[in-house]
């Protein structure tokens, strides 16, 4: 069959230089990366690693670890070392961490400005050896540790305050000569977020890592995500993301995938079109969909398949789609690249799907 095509952007990429998360290139018209950050303790080695290879089977492409004690610098080396993909570590108020992440072999560090206290007679010591080594440095603004200075300056963490922070502790940084640098303000609110970025985006090249901040529970938090990266990527604005959500981290890569994927950042996956239901459905639409995403998950192919509840629209979408059904009258029609291949009984639709699905997958190359 014919590749998909994927749709023209939204938006030419904001030009940004280009860093390097270890083999992961950020900005400069790289691919939009999806992140994570595990929520094992990082000192116990195994809980982690095992976290980071579900976490990169999920497709998360670079992953963060917090590093809040010396237990956990320790398990630095081990972690870097036996990781498939590329690690930062996340330090907040200690500086000699930093050294210690650099040394363990960590691809980056996340820095915080507004919690290194300590930090600004250290900056020229720290861009020499993360220069050295060649490891970037992420300025990490978050709302809620935001610079006493700008917080009394702003009145609130507003977005120029956030933008205004970032900028100066990346000056810290250029005076010695260090840009290897990537950026995130993140914000709870989309509204000051997207903001935010967007100032950030006009005022430097530095490469953007999106975050919207406590995002929540996964409804909210996915909501939250998709809606502010949604905007940002739209405009081209955006080189790295990471979704959070009080969930399992490898949710996080599922809905970050999702969200390049909607918007033909990201080669589209398994696509279920499936319609809301009405009153003319003649078959249980939801369940339906449900059954064929379960039985389709993890299917490494870019296949769209229709599951359509009456005649009215199923074949027209159905026939759209790779692989499509279109029910009525207790059965259902099964397109397959736009011709009906065959009509079942209501209880084959989903076993006949399935079938045809992995047929499909076989012929597009798929082990
Ligand atoms: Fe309703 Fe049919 Fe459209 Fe589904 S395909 S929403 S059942 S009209």
């Known amino acids: ?61 670079i992953v963060r670890v917090a590093v809040p004690s010396q237990d956990d610098v320790e398990a630095l080396p081990a972690i870097a070392k036996k990781s498939k993909i590329p690690v930062i570590a996340d330090i907040h108020f200690q500086p000699k961490y930093v050294f210690a992440a650099i040394d363990a072999g ?20 720290i861009a020499k050896a993360a220069s050295d080594a060649g490891v970037p440095i992420r300025i990490g603004v978050n709302a809620g540790s935001l610079d006493k200075r700008l917080l009394s300056k702003y009145g609130k963490a507003t977005a120029e305050a956030l933008v205004e922070s970032a900028l100066w502790e990346c000056s810290l940084f250029e005076e010695h000569g260090f840009r290897d640098i990537k950026i995130s303000v993140k914000h709870n609110d989309p509204v000051v977020m997207i903001r935010a970025y967007r100032q950030l985006a006009e005022q430097c090249d530095y490469p953007l890592h999106l975050g919207v901040t406590e995002a929540g529970p996964a409804f909210q938090g996915t909501i939250k995500s998709a809606v502010a990266f949604g905007a940002l990527l739209a405009e081209g604005i955006g080189d790295t993301i990471r979704v959070s959500l009080s969930a399992p981290p490898v949710e996080e890569i599922k809905v970050g995938t999702a969200i390049l994927e909607s918007l033909g950042l990201r080669e589209r996956g398994l696509e279920i079109v499936s319609c809301p239901s009405c009153g003319r459905a003649q078959v249980d639409v939801y369940k339906l969909a449900e059954e064929v995403t379960a039985g389709l ?48 009984p209501e209880g084959q639709i989903v076993e006949t799907l399935i079938e045809e699905a992995l047929r499909l997958a076989e012929e597009m190359g798929a082990e």
Do not use: Y
Request: with cysteine; aromatic share 2%.
């Open 297 to 344: 998950e993890g299917l490494p192919v870019p296949l769209r398949v229709a599951v359509m509840g009456c005649v009215v629209n199923g074949p027209g979408e159905a026939r759209e789609a790779d692989l499509g059904v279109a029910s009525g009258n207790g059965k259902g029609q099964i397109f397959v690249k736009g011709q009906v291949i065959k009509t079942v």
């Open 106 to 125: 960590c691809a980056a560090v996340r820095v915080n400005p507004g919690n290194i206290r300590q930090f600004d007679d250290k900056v020229k010591e």
């Open 1 to 61: 069959g014919m590749p998909p095509v994927p749709p023209p952007p939204l938006a030419k990429r904001r030009a940004s230089r280009q860093i390097m998360v270890g083999s992961v290139p950020v900005g400069g018209g790289a691919p939009v990366s999806v992140q994570s950050m595990t929520t094992t303790l990082t000192a116990d080695v195994n809980a982690t690693l095992q976290q980071i290879a579900e976490l990169t089977a999920a497709g998360c492409q």
